[in-house]
């Protein structure tokens, strides 16, 4: 390897390390959008997890391969709807009401990245609609 290999080397890593800690910002950004919000993550096409942040004090309800196995699962669900983009305009946001979260998905409207966010179950449909207004704004 030459100095110019290595230099190079360390002129992505510098910007790759930027670039996670951009993520992990805007998840603290997101984060403090609502007292509501449980977790933001910021995932890839193939879900994996870029950056995430948990609210201070909440207990995870996925282990770690639960969750790893969820974020692939809403990842894959996103690039197949993209799919019909061209039939039905692309998909600016999808919510999932479980028992115990709301699930926020959306995907970046910038980047190849798809932020999803739980929230409290008790959160309302207004609630919701205001922290996707917020993030959206925050991009």
């Known amino acids: 390897m030459d100095k110019n290999d290595s230099s190079?080397?360390?002129?992505?890593?510098t910007v790759a390390d930027a670039e996670k800690l951009n993520f992990q910002n805007k998840c603290v950004d997101f984060l403090n959008i609502s007292d509501k919000i449980r977790y933001v993550g910021i995932l890839n096409k193939f879900g994996r997890t870029i950056a995430g942040k948990l609210r201070k004090g909440t207990r995870p309800l996925l282990n770690p391969e639960q969750a790893r196995d969820e974020h692939?699962?809403?990842?894959?669900?996103?690039?197949?709807?993209?799919?019909?983009?061209?039939?039905i305009g692309?998909?600016?946001?999808?919510?999932?009401?479980?028992e115990h979260?709301?699930?926020?998905?959306?995907?970046?409207?910038s980047r190849e990245v798809l932020y999803y966010i739980t929230t409290d179950k008790e959160v309302t449909l207004d609630r919701v609609n205001d922290i996707i207004t917020k993030v959206k704004e925050l991009e």
């Open 8 to 13: 190079n080397s360390s002129a992505s890593a």
């Open 90 to 98: 692309k998909t600016l946001f999808s919510i999932t009401k479980n």
């Open 72 to 87: 692939f699962i809403e990842s894959v669900r996103q690039q197949l709807r993209n799919s019909f983009d061209a039939s």
């Open 101 to 109: 979260v709301t699930l926020i998905l959306i995907p970046s409207q």
